[in-house]
């Protein structure tokens, strides 16, 4: 009952919710026969968002058709907006919604005049074992040239094991006050503090932190010739931190720069530059003198676009990150650990339409990490790679491939007190994809792809067991055909073939060589049964043969037969049922050479698992919907023993999962979310010894979770 009366508020409000109305869910249009082979799954939603041309534009934009879609959801803009808002700024089209975020906020931006801001977010989480409770509050002045802001952060969070429970509390408060003597600079002061505080019982005591820091605040911004924009803003004041492990105190400091610089439609440069760094006075807890130290980081990106509409262009980008940070040790002494990041990487693109070009691209990329035994003991990795990416459009045929060709050099030098070793990777691989619209109803693909993976390894000192040196090869081939009698029917069969090979260098490892050849084969087809039901089923078979060139007896056999079946029900605009059965079945073995000289195959092992799942949703209002969720799932395991094959483990387990959402708008300024489930889950075990079960006893799990978060604006 005291679980109960926690959700009190939470069942209230998805009460309430079922007083208002709903609306029809819509769906992706179909794409192109061009893209028939690209994830096309419809996707039904209530946003109003449609996606027209996803994967011809994403082609276009050279970014990922997911990555497109998802920008488009969570900004609730059309992918023409998405575009049209990229060539208005200027910006890579994944980069809007920060940079508009950035500009609303953004203090010389303001408007004249008298506004007010007011933004409230809070969100309660309760788990199985760990509830969380979050408040965020926002607000901004602005009255003339005076301009206020404050950001402030506090959440709780409970965990338990137990009978124990520990509880972590994190406040933060950020605030800053000025006065904008133009549109291009203003000056103030800025506060930030932040409090954490952690009780934890099973540890030997309470641990905590505070850092205060004040800092005069300075934004400018400049126009210096025709196409060029600049923000410059510099931080600086007075730094104070304690904690468990250290006593800092000092002055700090934070330098941002941001260059823009794009004269003419064919030219667009971007820069983004930051200094961050602290000199302080520190000392670890319980010791009498304090140490000078500094921390400082240096990160500074850039890209270069030229030419990006004409038949050919230029896109390039680099980055540089220098990190140092220093804290007393024990022993007195300054401990100092560095990180460094730099790389480049530029992309040609010969182009005459969506369907004819090609892209060469190069690229490198340095790392360096510290260890836990200084800065002479860092970890390094160097990548440098060039790549070359076509698409031709030829006589009906779209012809894809794909060419790389990469280095990388890798050093551990401190792997263990001896030294370590050095790691040389050379990575090629190349793949072509045919695919061609035979006639109005079928659509067929054939891929083929071949790489070639080198590992060299050398020693750092007297380190004594470096990596075996290897080569990895692999080549595959996949035959695809689908066909679609009509928008109630679609069907599609699929060959796939691929041979992998290890192969060790040295001569002491080679019986472990290996090659596998695998074969797979695929049907699937959709049907619309009826008018709201559809069925979907996907039937495989596949075979891998291991074979160890040395080690014959080795040599193992595994195949695997699946089907999967979806029935897929809309009753109604509110109400969907979802059914899938999923079961496989893995027989394996090994080879036995026989006195004919002939190897035959003898099973071994055989896993078969099944599953049955379930989806009911119910949605009476935009405001709120109710889910139900149930599965049971069934493993079994059989072995050989003495030559005949008996079972050996059987798992059962049945989970059912109901609850409610609530999406519930309050006027035109509130919005609240929530949901409350009840998650049941039981598990049992039975094993054979000699051919008797012996059943474990039932596990079962039972507990409530849900969350709350309410938001405000004014």
Known sequence: MVRLRRFAFLFALLVVGTLLTTSPARAQEPGSVRYAFSDTTLLRDTLGLRFPRLFPLSDSLQILPDTLRALSIRYLWSLERLVTLADSLGVPVDSVGPVLQREQAYVLNASHGTHNSFSYNTGYTVGQTQSAWTNTTEYGLQHGPVFMHNSTTVELDRYRVGALTSVRQSRLSATELGWRFSPDFSLGGRVGLERLNNRDPTAARSYGETTNEYQISMRSRQRPVHGMTSDINLFSGLLDINNVNLEKRGVSGNLGAHLRYSP??????????????????????????????????????????????????????????????????????????????????STVRLRRDNDRYVDLGLKTATAKQATVLGIRSRNSHRDDSFT???????????????????????????????????????????????????????????????????????????????????????????????????????????????????????????????????????WHWTCRLLEGLTATQRNTLSADYLE?????????????????????AIMNPRLSINVTHNSRRSPAGNYTLYPDGLAYFARSDETGNAALTAAIAYTPSPAIAFSVEPAYFSSDRSAAANGVVAPQRANRSLSVSAGANINWSISKNGLLRGDIHRAYRADRTTTYSSGLPQSTPRSQIDFWTGSLQLSWHI
């Open 548 to 568: 160890y060139p040395f080690s014959a007896e080795n040599n193992r056999l595994t195949l695997d037969y699946a089907a999967v079946t979806t029935l897929n």
């Open 264 to 345: 003419t439609p064919w030219l667009a440069h971007e820069l983004n530059g930051a200094m961050d760094g602290n000199l302080s006075r520190t000392r670890a807890p319980g010791e009498l003198t304090r140490e000078n130290t500094r921390d400082y980081s240096q990160n500074v990106r850039g890209t270069l676009s030229l030419f990006q509409t004409s038949a050919i262009g230029l896109k390039g980008s680099f980055n540089f990150r220098h990190v140092q940070v220093e804290t007393p040790s024990d022993s007195g002494s300054i401990h100092r650990v560095l990180t460094d990041n730099w790389g480049g990487e």
């Open 388 to 522: 070359a990416t076509g698409r031709y459009l030829f006589w009906g045929w779209a012809m894809d491939g794909h060419f790389s060709n990469g280095f990388g050099d890798s050093k551990f030098p401190a792997r263990s007190d001896s030294g370590g070793y050095g790691e040389f990777q050379h990575a090629r691989s190349a793949d072509a994809t045919f695919s061609r619209q035979l006639g109005p109803r079928i659509l067929a693909r054939v891929t083929g792809s071949i790489s070639l993976t080198s590992y060299r390894y050398s020693l750092i000192g007297k380190y004594t067991t470096p990596p075996v040196s290897r080569d990895q090869w692999r080549q595959s081939w996949r035959a695809d055909a689908n066909y679609s009698r009509n928008e109630r029917f679609s069907t599609g069969v699929a060959l796939d073939v691929s041979k992998n090979k290890l192969i060790n260098i040295p001569s002491a490892s080679t019986g472990s060589n290996n090659n596998t050849r695998s074969y797979r084969a695929e």
